[in-house]
């Protein structure tokens, strides 16, 4: 992997002088969380420590709203979080969040709309007609949740072993999902938490007919592109309106955050609710050393693979630079976030630290011997599975067909034809009733599929995989053999008729037996690897995840008796409240300002002769350089020390009156290691947003979307 030099200098200054000062501040090395640390459920927020530290008691009438006013937005395996500020549907997110359907929006170099760049150039709708409808984004409302823990930990009580556990814990799950979907009509999913100590049924009102609103031109969105990333300070306007709609009308919000006439204030308290994606601050001691020495660098090696095709594509010309853009920028975000994880993992104090916590509770769990009995093997039970784990993980990281749109719905198709026939309850979960709309809308997107880029991206896949894997390994013998990438990918992507919606419409409505009869190529080679597919993914239920859900409920179970229940659980992509300050902070010798302004991003611009990546667009040189026509001291971007990760991006900063003071969109490099630890405020660590002062300016006065400011502005608080 080549890095930058911007990323390694800042890596190295990271190890240097950030990671020292993390000991002793990391959730998984103390039992109780600490400073303004935590990714809260709504059912547990962290109501003490809001009174205790600022004063602040808010009603379970204002977190409700909080909640309601909160959105998650799926599309494909990725995602974000969104704010609902107006009572006609409006949603407001990141750019780089929505950045995939506006490039599933734009087109290419052919056409009646040749040339619609909407990630360039921007794109800004003035009225309801002209609003774009996206093509397979989903945004989700935590509606309702219902503690089911009694439920599914009964329904596995008298299990034998680990596997038979695992699968009565899913049967159960997929019943309680199945029976709320029919009581309700609300998308339904049995949420675990705490490694399985407790399992809740979370409701969703579901919104599929999503209109792009506004859009800024990329340029401006993630200025100052990969080496500003993860930094600050910063000059980034990352944000994407949508709207959401119902019966082919704006759909009418009940609750919806008002807008902040100031923004964000230095060292006023915020809360963050969102959608964190993944931390692993819970894990075993067997379980971070396998990432740290095999795991992440595997995850290096694929999303480097499918980064390095992708750039490779790009230089052939400008329309398939546009055409692989949006997923090369998110492939790079997680590389480089993955390498600031890594280091983290790396610092061997740090990681000593982790052994002495362990050592603490299992030395807790020892001295009684009631607990002992109950608790003592979990620890041995994942070393063990550990062992074997190393010599698999290569197979399960590059056995699939994921890297191209279209082998990732032939492999679809293949799992559907199978899973479908199955009863509910004996389903993986993506296949149960509860999820097969969502599914349905990913099989059926109309985002255009640039057959060139599939080749060029299986082409890579294959090669790497075989150089990975060996020519003798089942994946690589049932796929490409000994014959020439390039050659077998284009075969099978000239010949698929995948591409074409109406034919995907067609399997759908057959039904399993036109999937089976189906002589797709694509199909055909999807339907020959589920076998060693199938094969692997038991073998990793069996081997690893069973034994790790088992002994990880163990693990959580003795936290609790040990310390009580005063600990988080784990992100995973559901509803969570996160709280901080608004606060800069020291970093080396210097200072560093709790917010940026538009004076600054003028200075830079300037300080670097206007050469990529510091250029900026067209309507920014006219204005922001025209006297009096922009207000310069406006604040742009801030820093504030709420616990976030990937996953908020797009998350509401909100002041305690639950207005909205800016959106979340990075963090700096000194937090990182967040995914696996806590790292304390002290130490740096920041979350960086938007400032509500610069959307609605930047809106008003360089965008011409006055409707727009009007309707985010006068919307009454409740």
Known sequence: MVMNRNILSRVRTFRAAVIIGLIGISAILIPVAIA?????????????????????????????????????????????????????GLIMTNQHVGRGQVAKLSTGSTGSDAGRDLVRDGFYAPTREAELKCPDLEVNILFSYEDVTTRVRD????????????????????????????????????????????????RFRRYTDVRLVFSPEEQIAYYGGDYDNFTYPRYCLDITFFRVYENGRPARMDHHLTWSEKGAGDGELVIVPGFPGSTARLLTVAQLEFQRQIGNGLQMDVWTSRRDALKEYGRRGDEQLRQSSATRLGLENSIKRLVGQQTGLQNQRIFQQKIDSEKRLRAAVAARPEWQREYGEAWTRIEKAYQDYPSMARRLAWSSLASTRLGTLASSFARYAEEIARPNEKRSEQFRDSRLESLRLSLLSRAPIYKEMEVALLAAWLRDARTALGSTDPFIKATIGSDDPQVFARSLISASKLHDIEFRQGLINGGPEAISRSDDPLIQL????????????????????????????????????????????????????????????????????????????????????????????????????????????TPLNFVYSADTIGGNSGSPVINRRGELVGINFDSNIQKLPNRYLYVDEAEGARAVGVHSLAITGALDKLYNAQPLVREILTTKAR
Not at 165 to 188: D, N, P, Y
Not at 527 to 553: F, K, M, V, Y
Not at 557 to 579: C, H, M, Q, S, W
């Open 36 to 88: 303004d640390e935590g990714m809260w459920t709504f059912d547990s927020p962290p109501l003490r420590q809001w009174k205790e530290r600022y004063g602040f008691e808010p009603s379970q009438e204002w977190l409700d709203h909080i909640r309601l006013s909160t959105v998650r937005l799926s599309e494909g395996a990725g995602g974000g979080t969104g704010c609902i500020v107006s009572p006609d």
């Open 155 to 202: 329904a596995v009580s008298k299990a034998v072993d680990s596997s038979t556990a695992s699968r009565l814990r899913r049967e159960a799950m997929a019943v309680i999902e199945r029976e709320s979907v029919a009581a309700t009509g609300l998308k339904s999913e049995v949420v675990t938490l705490y490694n399985g100590v407790e399992y809740w049924l979370y």
């Open 526 to 633: 999807a339907r020959r690897l589920e076998p060693t597919l199938r094969q692997l993914r038991d073998w990793q239920e069996t081997n690893l995840l069973s034994i790790e859900a088992a002994a990880g409920e163990k693990i959580a179970e003795a936290r609790f008796a040990v310390y009580g229940k005063t600990l988080y659980p784990d992100a995973n992509f559901n509803l969570r409240i996160t709280y901080g300050t608004v606060s800069g902070y020291e970093e080396d010798t210097t200072m560093v300002p709790y917010r940026t302004t538009f004076h600054g991003l003028l200075d830079r611009a300037s300080g670097f002769g206007g050469k990529s990546p510091y250029q900026l667009p067209d309507r920014y040189l006219r204005l922001l350089s025209a006297p009096g026509s922009f207000d310069l001291a």
